[in-house]
């Protein structure tokens, strides 16, 4: 359970109020938020309050925004300190071999599952939109330009444009240079350390406001996206929620049961208040410090999760790089009338599997998308039809990509026999310290 932590004394806030909150459940706070969201975006669309629509839309996107803020030097101190950290790591060319073969086999399922999906339920089928105004989106993802934008032409770029995958590719030159460098880099490991820690406190701060955010996101959604524009992809939403829920509450149990020999529902309890953060603020990146903590409390060592779950956060999307893309190719395939192959198919598992790395950034997944689509040769086009449902979906994406992120290095130590696992079989058993977004 996620608790807010007493802050200290601020002023103008009663002690009995502060008290009162800092007991009340972070999920609590969450679903309180997203409750009250929903009513007054109800309430600003049926009532035709613009003043409110625009008031919950800011409310997000400020939310958003401070989010956004600290991936930079919170994706590169991150990978820079885990790779460094490998050091003291046994085996940890293997650890790191079997982190990416997870990742690359749930990658697989999910897929899978999505195209299972897509081909039941047939999404795009008799779907009615204008296809003659659909327009590709202003950012687009092809082979050529996955490959040749990993490597930045200016390293300052990447940080002031936040472009997360250079980020990564540099963060992991750097780490391995410092890696091999050895004891003269200490320094310059000790500075990234620093400015790691105090990234995650600012950031701490930043998800303590996650209730208001999820007000002010969630009001936007049900205020701009009525029935009207939702009933066309109705089918389509419902689906890749299905898939998603499949992925969560089937896969990961039987892959916890079977590779791990784990009880899913102490995995559950370790890991939701990750799961239930990237929910509402649709960033696996902002959620990666909750993710870290969760994955240590579930008994994964610290320096092997220091590595597991960054790099996770960059490159493990179950939801954006798997389930979505295939169902929306299908979708975008049946609404403009093309015939997919089974060779087709097989393209979409590889993409997937293959360039999640390409959906690398804070929110969202059109660069995937569009990357499954051009490698198709499907028009870029249909993924203009999804943007206005994209909020939407992308809350479910990103909750099981979290949810991939965490599970990965808890099966790869259960699996290595490094598992804590009497820390693991006490959650939700005993009581003890909660986890708490502390300041």
Request: glycine share 10%; net charge positive; charged share 10%.
């Amino acid at each position: 359970m996620v608790t807010t932590a007493p802050t200290g004394a601020p002023g103008g806030v009663p002690a009995r109020l502060r008290r009162t909150l800092s007991t009340v459940p972070f999920s609590v706070q969450i679903l309180a938020g997203l409750l009250l969201g929903a009513g007054l975006g109800y309430l600003a669309r049926v009532a035709d309050l613009s003043w409110l629509a625009s008031t919950l839309d800011t409310v997000g996107s400020l939310f958003v925004q401070l989010l956004k803020l600290a991936v930079p030097p919170l994706v590169f101190t991150a990978i820079v300190v885990s790779v460094v950290s490998l050091r003291g790591v046994a085996n940890a060319a293997r650890l790191a071999w079997k982190t990416l073969l997870w990742f690359g086999i749930t990658a697989l399922i999910a897929v899978s599952i999505g195209i299972g999906l897509g081909l039941l339920t047939n999404p795009g089928r008799g779907v009615d939109l204008d296809v003659a105004g659909a327009t590709a989106p202003k950012r687009t993802g092809s082979w050529t330009d996955f490959l040749t934008g990993i490597v930045p032409t200016n390293p300052v770029a990447a940080f002031v444009e936040g472009n997360v995958l250079q980020i990564v590719f540099l963060a992991l030159v750097v780490g391995t240079a410092a890696l091999l460098v050895g004891a003269a880099a200490e320094p310059f490991v000790t500075l990234n350390r620093a400015v790691l820690e105090i990234v995650q406190k600012a950031l701490w701060w930043v998800i303590r406001l996650a209730p208001i955010g999820t007000l002010g996101l969630i009001g936007h959604a049900v205020a701009a996206y009525g029935w009207d524009l939702l009933a066309p992809l109705a089918r389509f939403t419902t689906a890749v929620y299905v898939g998603c829920a499949i992925v969560l509450f089937v896969v990961y149990p039987l892959v916890l049961v079977t590779a791990g020999r784990l009880n899913p529902v102490r995995f559950f309890a370790g890991a939701w208040p990750a799961i239930e953060l990237a929910f509402v603020s649709r960033s696996s990146v902002g959620t990666m410090p909750v993710t870290q903590r969760s994955v240590e409390r579930l008994g994964v060592p610290r320096e092997y999760a220091s590595f597991a779950v960054p790099f996770g956060a960059t490159t493990k999307m179950d939801g954006c790089a798997a389930i979505y893309p295939a169902l929306a190719a299908i979708f975008v395939a049946q609404v403009f009338g093309v015939a997919l192959s089974p060779v087709d198919y097989l393209l979409i598992a590889f993409v997937s599997v293959v360039g999640s790395a390409a959906t690398a950034g804070l929110t969202g997944a059109i660069v995937m998308l569009t990357l499954t689509l051009s490698t198709l040769g499907l028009p870029l086009a249909g993924a203009g039809l999804l943007l206005a449902i994209d909020p939407i979906i992308d809350m479910i994406r990103t909750a099981t990509n979290v949810a991939g992120q965490a599970l990965v290095p808890t099966i790869v130590a259960a699996r290595e026999g490094t598992l804590d696992r009497a820390a693991y079989d006490a959650i939700g058993v005993r009581k003890g310290p909660r986890l708490t977004l502390s300041v």
